[in-house]
C-alpha cells in the first residue's frame, strides 16, 4: 500500500494558525492587541524569530493590523479585501462562467427572498435612480456594466444579511465583467443591454408595489437571460472564467 507523503507544517504557520484559531472563536476579540513577540515566543516555545513570520503571515491575512504604535491589534477583514482573495482562489481554480452563473442565479434569488419586510420607499427610491441612470446612459451610447453592478448590490445591501454580502461579492467580482464580453460582442451587443433594463425596471415596478413574487421572478428570468445571451454570442460556457 502507497501512503502519501507527510506534510510537516513549518513553526511559524503553526504559531499563525494558533492565533487565527484564538481570533475566529473570539478568544481575541477585534481590538485585542496582540502578545508581544517575546511573550507569544515564551508561550509557543519557539524563536522571536518565528513568531515575527507567523505574525506576518497573519497580518498579510488581513486578521490584524498595526496602528500607529506598530502594534498589532486584531481586526476584521473588509468584504471586499474578503472578495478579492476569494476571487483569486476562484481564478486559480479555473472555475468556468457556467460554474459561476450557476452560483450567481441562486445567490440573486436567495436576496429577494432575504428581501422580506426590507423594502421601503428609500430602496425604491434608490433602484430608481439607478434605472433612470442606465436609461440615460443606453441612449447616450455609454457603458451601464457598472450600473447593473451597483443595482445587484443595492438589492444585497437592503437584505441586512452580511453572509449574504460575503458569499456573493467574489462571485460577484468575477460574473459581472462577463458583461462586457455580450455588450462588445456583435451578436448581442444591441440587445442585451436594453433587455437588462427592460428586467430592472419590472423588478423595480414590483418591489414598488410590494409583489415580491412578482420581483423574484423577474429575477430568475433576467439572470436566465444573461446565460441565454452568452451562448447566443457562442461564447463557451465551460472556459475558465478568466481566459479571455
Known sequence: MDFPKLRIARAYEAVQQALEEAILSGALPPGEPLPTETELAEKFGVTRHTVREGMRALEQSGLVKRDAGRRLHVTRPKHDALATQSSRALLMQQVSFGEIWEVAMQLELLAMDLLEGQVDDALVGKLQVNVDAMAVALDA??????????????????????????????????????????????????????????????????????????????????MADFRRGYEHAGLPLDAPIGGG
Do not use: C
Open 141 to 222: 451610447g455609454e457603458p451601464i456594466a457598472a450600473l447593473d453592478v451597483e443595482f445587484h448590490a443595492l438589492l444585497a445591501h437592503a437584505t441586512q444579511n452580511r453572509v449574504l454580502l460575503m458569499s456573493r461579492e467574489p462571485v460577484s467580482l468575477l460574473f459581472y465583467p462577463s458583461l462586457d464580453r455580450l455588450f462588445t460582442h456583435p451578436r448581442t451587443r444591441d440587445r442585451s443591454p436594453r433587455r437588462i433594463l427592460e428586467a430592472h425596471r419590472a423588478i423595480v415596478t414590483a418591489l414598488a408595489g410590494g409583489d415580491l413574487g412578482v420581483a423574484k421572478l423577474w429575477m430568475q428570468r433576467h
